[in-house]
Each structure stands twice: as C-alpha cells, then as structure tokens.
C-alpha cells in the first residue's frame, strides 16, 4: 500500500517531531529509574506518565469523533510476559538507556547508540513464540477509559493555564518536562495518519517482514533519528563523539537484549508506555513494571559492586 502524499507529510513530519521531542525531553526509563533512586525525584517518570495520559485522551478524542479506528492488540500476562519486561529492563541498563534514550543520545552525537537499534533488530531476530493477541477495549470506553479521559482534561487545562501565565511562550514550551507531551501529540498524529507505529515495532516487523506499510514505517525510522539530530544541534548538545569499541558493543548487546524481551512481552517500552498503559493492557501495566523493577535492581547491583556507568545523555 503506498499512502497518499499527504499522509506521507503528516506520518515523516511527526516522526521528525517525536525525535525532537525525545531528545530535548531527555526521556528514559533508566534515567527515571536512576533519578528516583540516587535524587529521590520523579520529574521524568511524571513526565512519562503524563505523555501516556495525553496519548490516552487524544486518542479516545480521535476514536469519538471517528477518526480512529484501531483498537490496540491485548495479550495475555504469563511468565514470559514478565520475562520479557526483565530483559527490557536488563537490556536497558546494559544500553545506559531504554530505547527512548538511546534517540536522545543519537540526537546528543554520541553516535555509538546507533548500535542500539541495530541490536535491537537483531533481538528480534532470535527465534521465540509471540502470543496470540485479541483486541482490546476502545480507546475511552468504559469506567476505566473515562478515567483516563478525566486526567487528561484535567492535565490540559492546567497545562493551558500555565501557558497563559508564562512570560517567554517559546521557552516555556521547550522546557523538557513539557517537550515530552510533543511525544504525546506526535504519537497520535501517526496514529491517524499511518496507524499504529513506535520506531521499535518497525525494527521489529523488519526483522519480520511482517509490515504492509514497511517502506513508510523505516522512513519514519529515519525521520525520527534525523528530528533527534536536530534537536541536539538546536539545544547545542550535538557533541559528535566518536564511538568507543566497548560502548558500541554495549549497545549492541543491550539492544539485542530489549528486542528479545520485546518479542515476549511483546512490546518495547515506548509502545507500552504511550499505548498500552492508557489503553490499559494488563500484560503492558506488568512488563512496564517489571522493566523498571529490574532497572532498579540493576543499578542497586552497580552500586553494591561499584561499576560505572550514567544513564543521563
């Protein structure tokens, strides 16, 4: 199926946003993780929350008005589903970021994350039964959908509030907590023009070639990667550093190690994050949680045995 020109602008200028995003929002379950723990702070894993609640209400937005008519896929929760989010979390610490952060580092020129997504293709190479999936509620339907919809009225209206009373517009939307909800918008806006889409899934459904639009979603691949770059030369972060043998193959063994508890779950935590937590997918609420308690074991176990290592880009 080729997309009209049209749809082609919106999915690849969305891809380039996200990116943006991404990287100026410096968003990372391992530096969330890592911030809780060593600063006893939650700016990032509020700003995660709040990007999933925004993904959630725009959506069930888009559902009403008949706009959107994917439902997204549930599976059911078993002990590989718990697997898989242990080697996301594993994976994510080996990589010193989850595949969120590793754009951000992409977008900062520490090029030797380029390696990530190539592991992570790879993981999703190695052979491993995925679960069969069914439907799962409508975005905004039910008592749970409508509590999903309450918070995300009720976080517009203090977020438009704040922007009425800020001084400088610009840089009050370039702060990096609320560069994370343009994740959020970019999110859907691909939703409705290229259906459901997070640069993971395209790894993996060309490790598959199981992807009717494949040639669109490795494009937005590459206009996510390039919004990142952008994003770092932008900020003044983009700081070229030339790859180190060690790091590259460290990213590439954490990225083999995420997409491989990716294909479990399945999922990788930017899907499950934006999608699965809002729509309310069981087997999403537990591989995320699972992801973060073995990221904080990991870092607990660094800390014990005095390894080096900083999830911050």
């Given at each position: 199926?080729?997309?009209?020109?049209?749809?082609l602008a919106?999915?690849l200028?969305?891809?380039?946003?996200?990116?943006?995003?991404?990287?100026?929002?410096?968003?990372?379950?391992?530096?969330a993780?890592?911030?809780?723990m060593?600063?006893?702070?939650?700016?990032?894993?509020?700003?995660?929350?709040?990007?999933?609640?925004?993904?959630?209400?725009?959506?069930?937005?888009?559902?009403?008005?008949?706009?959107?008519?994917?439902?997204?896929?549930?599976?059911?929760?078993?002990g590989?589903?718990?697997a898989?989010?242990?080697?996301?979390?594993?994976?994510?610490?080996?990589?010193?970021?989850?595949?969120?952060?590793?754009?951000?580092?992409i977008?900062?020129?520490?090029?030797?994350?380029?390696?990530?997504?190539?592991?992570?293709f790879?993981?999703?190479?190695?052979?491993?039964?995925?679960?069969?999936?069914h439907?799962?509620?409508?975005?905004?339907?039910?008592?749970?959908?409508?509590?999903?919809?309450?918070?995300?009225?009720?976080c517009?209206?203090?977020?438009?509030?704040?922007?009425?009373?800020a001084?400088?517009?610009?840089?009050?939307?370039w702060?990096?907590?609320?560069?994370?909800l343009?994740?959020?918008?970019?999110?859907?806006?691909?939703?409705?023009?290229?259906?459901?889409?997070?640069y993971?899934?395209?790894?993996?459904?060309?490790?598959?070639?199981?992807?009717?639009?494949?040639?669109?979603?490795?494009?937005?691949?590459?206009?996510?990667l390039?919004?990142?770059?952008?994003?770092?030369?932008?900020?003044?972060?983009?700081?070229?550093?030339?790859?180190?043998?060690?790091?590259?193959?460290?990213?590439?063994?954490?990225?083999?190690?995420?997409?491989?508890?990716?294909?479990?779950v399945?999922?990788?935590?930017?899907?499950?994050i934006?999608?699965g937590l809002?729509?309310?997918?069981?087997?999403?609420?537990?591989?995320?949680?699972?992801?973060?308690l073995?990221?904080?074991?990991?870092?607990?176990?660094?800390?014990?045995?005095?390894?080096?290592?900083?999830a911050?880009?």
């Amino acid at each position: 199926m080729i997309p009209s020109a049209g749809i082609l602008a919106v999915a690849l200028v969305s891809a380039a946003l996200m990116g943006l995003a991404i990287q100026r929002g410096a968003t990372c379950m391992v530096a969330a993780v890592d911030e809780a723990m060593s600063e006893g702070r939650y700016g990032r894993a509020a700003a995660l929350a709040e990007a999933a609640i925004w993904v959630g209400g725009l959506a069930a937005i888009a559902a009403a008005a008949g706009w959107l008519h994917m439902t997204p896929a549930a599976y059911a929760v078993t002990g590989w589903t718990v697997a898989g989010g242990v080697l996301l979390g594993v994976g994510a610490w080996v990589n010193r970021a989850c595949v969120f952060g590793a754009v951000a580092r992409i977008g900062a020129g520490q090029w030797a994350w380029l390696a990530t997504p190539v592991g992570f293709f790879l993981g999703c190479l190695v052979p491993v039964e995925a679960p069969m999936g069914h439907a799962g509620s409508s975005f905004g339907a039910g008592t749970e959908g409508a509590v999903i919809v309450t918070l995300f009225a009720a976080c517009a209206i203090w977020r438009v509030s704040q922007l009425f009373s800020a001084e400088h517009i610009g840089r009050h939307l370039w702060h990096p907590h609320r560069a994370t909800l343009l994740i959020a918008v970019t999110f859907v806006t691909t939703l409705l023009s290229a259906g459901y889409w997070a640069y993971t899934d395209a790894l993996a459904a060309l490790a598959r070639s199981m992807d009717a639009m494949l040639s669109l979603r490795v494009l937005m691949v590459a206009a996510l990667l390039g919004g990142a770059v952008a994003g770092g030369a932008i900020a003044g972060k983009l700081r070229r550093e030339r790859p180190r043998g060690p790091d590259v193959l460290r990213c590439l063994a954490g990225g083999a190690l995420m997409g491989t508890g990716a294909s479990l779950v399945p999922g990788s935590n930017d899907g499950l994050i934006l999608l699965g937590l809002p729509a309310l997918l069981p087997h999403a609420w537990v591989a995320v949680a699972t992801m973060a308690l073995a990221i904080a074991l990991a870092i607990r176990l660094a800390a014990v045995t005095g390894e080096a290592g900083t999830a911050k880009p």
